[in-house]
């Protein structure tokens, strides 16, 4: 299945806008969200997406509950709100 940028965009809004403030989803919920019986391929574009809105300033990427550069993170991660002080 082909999902456009916004769309992967808008659907990661929408799972962090229905989870608490502080609460973080995996690309795994994006990607099955989207497309529940074939959700793998989209996975690095839904790691893509949440690059674009982590350099928009929209979400933050994570490992480990630590904020990481989203550009050399490898391995899981998880996507949050980005948080301000």
């Known amino acids: 299945m082909a999902a456009s940028d916004s769309e992967l965009e808008d659907r990661i809004r929408a799972l962090l806008d229905a989870r608490a403030d502080r609460a973080s ?13 074939d959700w793998r391929p989209l996975m690095e574009p839904v790691r893509e997406a949440a690059r674009r809105l982590a350099d928009a300033g929209e979400v933050e990427i994570t490992q480990k509950g630590d904020v990481v550069d989203p550009e050399s993170a490898r391995g899981p991660i998880r996507i949050r709100r980005a948080r301000t002080n």
């Not at 989803?25 to 019986?37: E, F, H």
């Open 25 to 37: 989803i995996c690309p795994s919920d994006v990607a099955r969200a989207v497309a529940p019986d």
